[in-house]
């Protein structure tokens, strides 16, 4: 691709041609590399010690009304305690964790080898059955420090295994040049089975929820198995990446226990193909995505991935709304114990001291321009590509960038190629490492985030958070919260100008301190925290039930 300079696309005087060229090329290779891996690099003790206000009280609920408090299973195949991939390991941390404080809530996971090698016990607490090609299961119960009860799914055969839940290879996803495991299907086939017999009793569990919150394709299946049972249990499926649809073979409809009679469009059919992210949008009695944004976007062809006219459907009856995700009381910059040093709004000391150390951590010469993070996976969605092209004009004007993150493996073959061609002012650490993630929020000024499409996102919220302002795509979450001009840049046209544009942007407020002073301070203050969600989600579940009332009742 092309390359242009910040001065040919720049349209504000205050970017002068000599500020463009203060910064030089560097003379030391920088390049890091670092194994992909599911768990972050702190300590097990530390990853189960209550880090937030409301992790502390997770189990109080004595001033909640009980005639709106519930029992929910939240399903999920992550969730950061123990195993993590993307965004949603830490959504299914600290978002139960939120809700425990007016609801009771559990979470249903697979037994991944990292719960069986953990110092916390597992009490086996139930069985459920064998069903179509799925194997019998025993649930054990793990119960965390702050109180989380985790109910898992204990199979070996599917679930003790090398990699990450969904396959090998670095990006986590089994997807790319990454390989699936070979029997997904039936490993969350057997998730969404266990999840229905959970709540309809056949679990023999001494405890069984009034309503399913469901994550992703991988319990897409849930609430069809709870509906071919005849049961109308309501169920919340939320869509966190639409693109990711947990597509098999029709051939597979017998072993998955699926009914003929439900394979046709308005079931579980995908142009010929069984869709496990259709059998939630379809049987599920509400449908939630991460942000209010992207759920208007996958209503279009442009971002609906094929199933924009369901999600339409959906939309049109009330069945489909966007909550977005938040950070919980872990990510506080006067607290943070992986910081380097402690600070908080207006104590740009503090700040300095992080951006201080990633400049040597990460190889990257001493330097007074602005540090950029790049923090995400790589792989096409994320406009990696966008940014790559834009790295030298970034150099030429003081910036230096660094990269963390895994996936594509031309994506990370760029990343290395663009290291070695900036030495010293760029660095790509194909990895992550939370510790290292952490300083980087903190000592970095800008976060690049040019997503193609972005359901929520959370990297702009903990970099916001830190003081570190987001330049992003206006798209999904990144549109709801990013204010431009006060909490981070946003560009409307995903073109490598308009991206350039805001960029310039971004360096000429560095050169102003009071307004980048400003803009931090209303970023790190303008936080969304999980807190926030616990009105729409009790709101929604309530609606859930009524509704499952409501069908129950006409059809007596």
């Known amino acids: 691709m092309g390359e ?40 097990k003790q530390s990853l189960h010690q209550p880090t937030s206000e409301h992790h502390n009280d997770i189990i109080d609920r004595s001033s909640d009304d009980p005639d709106d408090a519930q029992r929910i299973l939240f399903v999920t195949t992550e969730i ?65 420090s702050d109180g989380l009860i985790l109910y898992v799914l204990l199979c070996d055969e599917l679930y003790d295994r090398e990699g990450t839940p969904y396959g090998v290879g670095s990006s986590g996803y089994g997807d790319g040049q990454d390989e699936g495991w070979h029997d997904n299907d039936i490993r969350f086939a057997r998730l969404s089975r266990a999840a229905a017999d959970i709540a309809l009793g056949k679990a023999g569990l001494d405890w069984q929820p009034q309503l399913l919150h469901l994550n992703d394709w991988a319990c897409g299946l849930a609430p069809a198995y709870m509906q071919w049972e005849g049961k109308t249990i309501p169920s919340v499926f939320t869509i966190h990446n639409l693109a990711y649809q947990g597509v098999f073979d029709a051939s597979r409809l017998d072993p998955l226990g699926i009914p003929r009679d439900a394979f046709h469009i308005d079931g579980v059919e995908f142009y010929g193909d069984v869709s496990f992210m259709k059998a939630g949008i379809v049987y599920a009695t509400q449908v939630t995505t991460v942000s209010a944004t992207y759920a208007q976007e996958i209503t279009t062809p442009k971002f609906g991935c094929g199933l924009d006219g369901l999600l339409r459907c959906k939309a049109e009856h009330g069945c489909l709304s966007g909550i977005p995700n938040g950070i919980d009381d872990s990510w506080d910059p006067s607290t943070d114990s992986h910081l380097v040093q402690a600070f908080s709004s207006n104590d740009w000391r503090g700040k300095q001291a992080n951006a201080d150390y990633v400049r040597r951590y990460f190889g990257l010469t001493p330097g007074q321009g602005p540090l950029f993070a790049v923090i995400s996976r790589m792989v096409h969605q994320k406009g990696l590509d966008l940014t790559i092209e834009a790295a030298k004009a970034i150099v030429h004007a003081g910036g230096q960038i660094v990269f963390m993150g895994c996936g594509e493996y031309h994506v990370e073959e760029s990343l290395r190629q663009l290291a070695a061609r900036f030495p010293g002012a760029i660095t790509a650490y194909i990895g992550f490492d939370e510790y290292q993630a952490r300083c980087l929020f903190a000592g970095s ?22 003081g570190s302002l987001p330049i992003a795509h206006r798209t999904g979450g990144l549109a709801d919260t990013i204010e431009d001009g006060v909490t981070g840049f946003l560009f409307d046209d995903m073109q490598f100008g308009s991206y350039m544009h805001a960029i310039q942007r971004a360096f000429a407020v560095h050169k102003s301190t009071d307004l980048f002073n400003a803009m931090r301070c209303a970023a790190m203050t303008g936080r969304y925290h999980w807190r926030q969600s616990i009105v729409p989600y009790s709101k929604l579940y309530l609606r859930a039930l009524e509704q499952a009332e409501d069908k129950a009742t006409l059809h007596q």
Do not use: N
């Open 445 to 466: 000024d800008f976060l690049l985030m040019p997503s193609r499409f972005e359901p929520c996102g959370l990297s702009q919220l903990y970099a916001q958070r830190f």
């Open 80 to 144: 950061t305690d123990f195993v993590k991939v993307g965004g949603l390991g830490d959504v299914s941390s600290a978002l139960p964790r939120a809700l425990a404080a007016h609801h009771d809530v559990r979470v249903l996971i697979p037994a991944y080898r990292e719960m069986l090698q953990s110092e916390y016990d597992i009490v086996t607490v139930g069985h459920v059955p064998a069903f179509a090609g799925m194997p019998a299961c025993d649930i054990g119960r793990i119960t965390c």
């Open 4 to 43: 242009v300079a910040l001065s040919e696309v720049s349209t504000d005087e205050s970017m002068t041609e000599e500020t463009m060229l203060e910064g030089k090329e560097k003379k030391t290779l920088s390049l890091l590399k670092t194994p992909f891996t599911q768990r972050q690099t702190v300590s």
